[in-house]
């Protein structure tokens, strides 16, 4: 199967800094931030979808602007780039979430993604008007899905569960096509409904090693619920034509963090609820010393940034083989991103992808050749020990 690789929007600004923010961390933690203007983001979805970007994700939160109305202003700026919009079940009905994907589908043509994203921290949440706790979040996401999956099938749905109740529920028009819902966590509570309704699971960067041992425990699940899912990954990148022009940048990143922003923010982290966060805390440990955790793969992100705190840093060979490892996992959709946003995508559309084009890994989403069965260009295994 073809790679798929998306973008990243980010609703909260950017900049040539790591630009913190998410899971308890306060916004603008490193660095000056570019506005998230339309005109902005709009030049890095013009950017996403020449280069060959399916989708971009947008974020979810008090520390970004809303994803649906965003994406929704940016959908008249793109012609084919979909939309992975990440909203949480608790802050609106199901019966409007189905209404919203299938009003996004006929006036986009098609290009909405949806990220389901149950929240992971209390205090946000009751901010919000939600004081569930994180299980009963997720045990409420179940039945969210539940009811709608059964609206976007034309059913009419009655519902009395735990947490949500529906009487005569039904969609006056259907989402043509039906948007595939993607679906990170590693909970306990998280895992069950992953499988349950999932289209995509995704996993923050971690570790080869400790991506593989999830996703077969996901799978392990999955298979018993009489389900097979696709995997995706999240992670940063800095890719440039040597090597060490790509570690030179990691620095730069790394020296551009404040110690006093370095420390609030992992306060905050520390606070997550999130068993995802935590494991990205582990990598790390809030030390700037050993941050290349497994080869090419770089755990400063996550020093000041909640949500995905790892980048695959090296030549563009380097993080082209990284990527066929992780794909030769099960992974086959790649969420990316990179400070400055735009800048980045460009060093990977013009670095990576052509490489990945030649192994016979992925190809232009707006045609061209098929990709060809790769010819005796296997990815290079990651040396021993990492810097």
């Not at 404040?258 to 606070?271: I, V």
């Not at 999130?274 to 050993?290: K, V």
């Not at 990977?348 to 098929?370: D, K, Q, S, T």
Request: glycine share 12%; net charge negative.
């Amino acid at each position: 199967m073809a790679l798929t690789f998306h973008w990243f929007l980010p609703t909260y600004g950017d900049s040539r800094d790591i630009v913190g923010g998410g899971h308890g961390v306060p916004v603008g933690t490193a660095g000056g931030a570019r506005p998230a203007t339309v005109a902005y983001l709009g030049q890095i979805a013009r950017t996403a979808e020449q280069l060959g970007f399916v989708g971009a994700l947008t974020p979810t939160g008090a520390w970004c602007e809303d994803a649906w109305l965003s994406t929704a202003m940016l959908t008249e700026v793109t012609e084919r780039l979909k939309f992975l919009v990440a909203f949480r079940p608790g802050l609106l009905t199901p019966a409007l979430a189905a209404q919203m994907a299938s009003t996004f589908q006929r006036l986009s043509g098609g290009r909405l993604l949806v990220n389901v994203v149950t929240g992971g921290e209390s205090q946000e949440q009751r901010a919000y008007g939600d004081f569930l706790d994180k299980d009963a979040r997720y045990a409420r996401t179940d039945e969210f899905l539940h009811i709608v999956r059964a609206l976007w099938r034309g059913e009419t749905v009655d519902h009395t569960g735990g947490h949500l109740r529906i009487e005569r529920g039904r969609l006056s028009r259907l989402p043509d096509p039906v948007p595939p819902i993607y679906f990170g966590g590693s909970s306990a509570a998280a895992l069950p409904v992953a499988v349950r309704h999932s289209d995509v699971y995704l996993t923050w960067g971690e570790p080869p090693a400790q991506v593989a041992g999830k996703l077969d425990r996901v799978r392990e699940l999955a298979a018993q619920a009489g389900r097979e899912l696709r995997f995706g990954i999240r992670l940063h990148v800095i890719t440039r034509d040597t090597a060490e022009e790509a570690w030179a940048q990691a620095r730069r990143l790394l020296d551009g963090i404040a110690e006093s922003d370095l420390r609030a923010a992992q306060e905050g982290l520390r606070g997550s609820e999130s068993e995802g966060q935590r494991r990205m805390l582990d990598l790390h440990g809030g030390s700037r010393d050993g941050l290349e955790v497994a080869p090419n793969l770089w755990a400063g992100f996550g020093l000041v940034r909640g949500g995905a705190g790892t980048a695959l840093v090296g030549s563009h060979t380097e993080v082209a083989d990284r990527i066929a490892e992780y794909h030769a996992l099960g992974l086959d959709e790649f969420i990316l991103s990179g400070h400055p946003h735009l800048e980045e995508a460009y060093w990977f559309g013009e670095g990576v992808l052509p490489i990945l084009r030649e192994r016979g890994l992925w190809r232009h989403p707006a045609g061209g050749p098929e990709p060809v069965e790769p010819r005796n260009l296997p990815f290079v295994p990651a040396p021993t020990g990492a810097r």
